[in-house]
């Protein structure tokens, strides 16, 4: 007997693993599939401090919800410290008592008095395929920030679901790093939802297979009270400017650590 027949099991190969399902992206997690928003300019400066600002840039208008594009700019900063911005907005679930300086918080005052932010503490993410009891903000996409040693400019996006009620969106923002305290600006809805009225499909965003669609997988977790597990069976989509401004937040807190390093 020959060790291949001793060991002529191990030669078979083993049973190709079930491909994951296919998730649609729910409603509520970001703009839809194969969709064309209406793009809104806005140019309203939400807040303003010492040193830095805060504006809405435009909004893109969907069929289910609205993405917002702000602008930010901070500058006098020490040198460790604006190497420390990018890393902070990872802060929004900590205590909101006790969130870091660099933190730019952003809020929505619906017209029926709901309130929603980018604090990750205020609400819970429903586990796929349900659907979270109230509105949901959240922060996708964004990036191309720059940096200049002592100031830090960047974009970033905020996704609101589902569309508001007719009335006027109360924003709020505040960036102690930049001296701004909370300030708050109105923006009227009618202009938003005339305009979501209008969006588009211009592909089907079903077609998983299709030339314009990307599906990756990735952990999602479930917010709770206690530590949150991971899923390691659960896939859902994920937008291309998602990961290229994960990507950048990640070279630029490399960029920190080297600078700490030295």
Do not use: K
């Amino acid at each position: 007997m020959s060790f291949a027949d001793l060991f002529a099991g191990d030669l078979e190969p083993p049973a190709p693993p079930e491909p994951p399902a296919a998730h649609e992206r729910p409603a509520w997690l970001g703009p839809p599939d194969g969709e064309l928003g209406i793009a809104v300019p806005v140019g309203l400066v939400l807040g303003r401090g010492e040193h830095g600002v805060i504006a809405l840039s435009h909004a893109l208008a969907y069929s289910t919800g609205l993405s917002f594009d702000l602008v930010a700019h901070v500058d006098g900063l020490e040198r460790r410290q604006a190497g420390l911005i990018f890393h902070e907005q990872h802060a929004a679930n900590g205590d909101p008592a006790d969130l870091p300086d660099g933190f730019l918080r952003f809020g929505l005052e619906l017209p029926d008095g709901t309130r929603v932010s980018n604090l990750g503490g205020r609400h819970r993410w429903a586990s796929l395929g349900e659907e979270p009891a109230g509105p949901v903000l959240a922060q996708q996409g964004g990036g191309g920030g720059q940096s200049s040693g002592t100031s830090i400019s960047w974009s970033l996006g905020f996704w609101l679901w589902p569309l508001p009620a007719p009335g006027t969106l109360r924003l709020h923002c505040e960036w102690p790093a930049a001296g701004i305290a909370l300030s708050v600006a109105d923006l009227d809805a009618a202009t938003l939802l005339e305009a979501a009225s209008r969006a588009t499909r211009i592909w089907d965003g079903d077609d998983a297979g299709g030339p314009w669609t990307r599906r990756i997988s990735q952990h999602v977790m479930r917010a709770t009270e206690a530590p949150a597990e991971i899923d390691d069976t659960t896939s859902v989509p994920v937008a291309a400017g998602e990961l290229r401004a994960l990507q950048e937040t990640l070279q630029s807190a490399l960029r920190l650590l080297r600078r700490l390093e030295r």
